[in-house]
């Protein structure tokens, strides 16, 4: 089976702080994705990347930034965490490749408040 | 741009009814279309998935037919359980090089009362 794992599930942190929410998959997956998720947004896509040190802009990418020095790890980094990120982030990855290559796993979740 | 409209929620049902949960998507290619479920206090599993036009996922007595005329893929189950009490996603994602990322409807709050 595909594991997705979410280093912390849940983070207390202060206004200003720099955060980071690690995230690694053991499945050699060439995609990895941060998505945010709100009550009566559903989820939102922070950012991407389909390739070690490759990365792009999702959909609400102001406010964070991502690493993947490695294949198997994708790190979210809010630069100086503010009240409105308070929300539960969501790490997944898929292998591009092959019919089911456009199928997304996911890990269970970072509830991340911020005070 | 691809969008995906599903059927607000919270939906109340009983044990052992039959389960309807709408989803309509936008796309401008042909995409493959999924539905998730997150149990509480968890992240998002894979439900099912269809990938063509006709074909029919299923899994765990759930099923949804993707109908390309309609735009449609509905989530069906004909007996509910209290166990199947969760948040329904459905997504979709564009075919090709590039386009894997998935969009998803805002989710479906089901509860299942014995």
């Known amino acids: 089976d595909v594991k997705v794992t979410q280093s912390s599930r849940y983070l207390v942190k202060r206004t200003g702080e720099k955060v980071f929410l690690e995230c690694v998959q053991d499945m050699d997956h060439e995609n990895m994705f941060w998505y945010r998720q709100d009550p009566g947004l559903g989820l939102r896509l922070i950012y991407f990347?389909?390739?070690?040190?490759?990365?792009e802009k999702g959909d609400i990418p102001e406010g964070y930034s991502v690493s993947r020095e490695k294949k198997e790890r994708f790190s979210l980094i809010l630069e100086s965490a503010s009240t409105n990120q308070t929300s539960m982030y969501l790490c997944a990855s898929s292998s591009g490749q092959g019919e089911g290559g456009n199928t997304i796993y996911f890990g269970e979740g970072s509830w991340l408040t911020v005070v | 741009g691809n969008s995906v409209t599903q059927m607000e929620g919270p939906v109340t049902l009983s044990e052992e009814a039959f389960l309807t949960i709408n989803c309509t998507y936008t796309?401008?290619?042909?995409?493959?279309l999924f539905w998730y479920v997150q149990y509480p206090g968890e992240g998002l599993q894979l439900l099912l998935k269809?990938?063509?036009?006709?074909d029919k996922g299923s899994n765990k007595g759930f099923e949804a037919t993707y109908r390309k005329e309609t735009t449609s893929f509905h989530l069906e189950k004909g007996s509910v359980q209290v166990s199947d009490s969760a948040v329904y996603f459905c997504a979709l994602s564009d075919r090709g090089f590039g386009n894997e990322k998935l969009t998803f409807g805002t989710g479906t709050r089901l509860t299942i009362i014995p």
């Open positions: 269809a990938t063509k036009a006709d």
């Open positions: 990347s389909y390739d070690v040190k490759m990365k």
């Open positions: 796309a401008t290619g042909y995409p493959s």
